[in-house]
Every structure is written in structure tokens, then in C-alpha cells.
Nanobody, 122 residues
Framework: VQLQASGGGLVQAGGSLRLFCAAS????????IGWYRQAPGKQRELVAH???????NYAESVKGRFTISRDNAKNTVYLQMNSLKPEDTAVYYC?????????????????WGQGTQVTVSS
């Protein structure tokens, strides 16, 4: 299972960005998926998470501003980020719990996409 994150960029404070995380591979199912971020000198933190259904949860710092959603038909997860603040500046990563089928067996694991840079100027 491969994850491709995209959509990052430079935006002014108060602006919006939409991040995409597209999964690819063969015979797989995405279970839960989350967006994480890591700012320089800080630990990676969970920003938003969506279950295999529609259950979502968010870091307190982004509640009311960010929305995570998924399109199972496209194997894509989105992170809509509104009212961006300079402190949202970080590299954003998607992480998926996924199951794939191979040679008669099911395998479940955690997969990371490459990061996408989000920079919010003041």
C-alpha cells in the first residue's frame, strides 16, 4: 500500500488549504487513516483521524477549523484546513491502517505517506 500526500503550499494567515492523501496498491482496504504534522524542533502530532466509517476526532488546536473526510471509491482522504494560523506551519503526513490480501493471506499494517509542507505566513 502506497500513500501519496499532496496539496501543501504557502498561504497567508486566515487562508485555506486542502490536503489530499491518495492510497494505491492492489487488493487492499483502508481501515482508519489520520493526518499528522511535525513542525521544526517538535514531535510529530496527530491532527485529525477518521475511522473506517465516519467517526472523526481532532486535536484541540484544530477543532472547528479543520475537517477530515474520505472518499472510499477513490481511496482518498482529505484534510480541509480553514482559518490557518502561523502555528499550523509544519510538514503534514498521512498515516493509514490498511489491510491487503496476498497469496491467500490478509495482512494489516500501518503505512506512511511522504510529507507535504504547509507554511502559513503572518
Amino acid at each position: 500500500v502506497q500513500l501519496q500526500a499532496s496539496g501543501g503550499g504557502l498561504v497567508q494567515a486566515g487562508g485555506s488549504l486542502r490536503l489530499f492523501c491518495a492510497a494505491s496498491g492492489s487488493s487492499f482496504t483502508i481501515n482508519a487513516i489520520g493526518w499528522y504534522r511535525q513542525a521544526p524542533g517538535k514531535q510529530r502530532e496527530l491532527v485529525a483521524h477518521i475511522s473506517d466509517g465516519t467517526s472523526t476526532n481532532y486535536a484541540e488546536s484544530v477543532k472547528g477549523r479543520f475537517t477530515i473526510s474520505r472518499d472510499n471509491a477513490k481511496n482518498t482522504v482529505y484534510l480541509q484546513m480553514n482559518s490557518l494560523k502561523p502555528e499550523d506551519t509544519a510538514v503534514y503526513y498521512c498515516n493509514a491502517n490498511a489491510t491487503y490480501y496476498s497469496d491467500g493471506y490478509y495482512y494489516t499494517g500501518l503505512y506512511w505517506g511522504q510529507g507535504t509542507q504547509v507554511t502559513v505566513s503572518s
